[in-house]
């Protein structure tokens, strides 16, 4: 069994090093969905795969980047400076801030959160399948759980802003 969440966000981003030259000398910024696709052996209790509601977490993170500017770590200090200046929602990441590198962070995120997620009503080996971004409404990029090892990189390697912070402090 499979089943599907969709989040959205809207994000700004340079994607450093890709072919567009529009895309990697300009700021621009997309309406993102991202689809997380989520598989079980059995159901749970109330015949779910798991409740949308025990997602809270990664809606969570996929909301810290929306309005966000999204920073590829390896970026010029002096751009990096003027992002920090002038923004207050930022998330600093290790992969360029390409649908695919979307997919894979939040692919890495969400299989975190799921293994983690204790198992409250009956629910079976709840594992992430894949996920989807879609940057625009005709090109999406999809990260299934063996491109993992394409991930080098931590969760702990994302950094959020202060303003980011505070709000999941409330």
């Not at 929306?66 to 929602?89: C, G, M, P, T």
Request: with cysteine.
């Amino acid at each position: 069994m499979i089943i599907r969440k969709l989040f959205k966000f809207e994000g700004a981003h340079i994607v450093r090093n890709c072919t567009s030259v529009r895309c990697r000398e300009n700021i621009h910024g997309h309406s993102y969905i991202v689809e997380v696709f989520l598989t079980s052996d059995k159901l749970d209790n109330g015949y779910m795969v798991t409740d949308f509601a025990r997602l809270a977490k990664i809606k969570q993170v996929i909301d810290a980047f929306d309005h966000s500017y999204i920073l590829w770590d390896q970026e010029d200090a002096e751009f990096k400076d003027f992002v920090y200046k002038y923004n207050k929602r930022i998330v600093e990441i290790p992969v360029s801030p390409s649908a695919e590198g979307f997919a894979l962070l939040f692919l890495k995120i969400s299989d975190s959160i799921i293994n983690k997620m204790e198992r409250v009503n009956g629910e079976g080996n709840v594992k992430i399948s894949s996920v989807r971004v879609h940057e625009t409404a005709t090109g999406y990029a999809e990260a299934f759980i063996d491109d993992l090892k394409m991930a080098d990189f931590e969760i702990s390697d994302v950094h959020y802003s202060d303003a980011i912070l505070e709000e999941w402090r409330d």
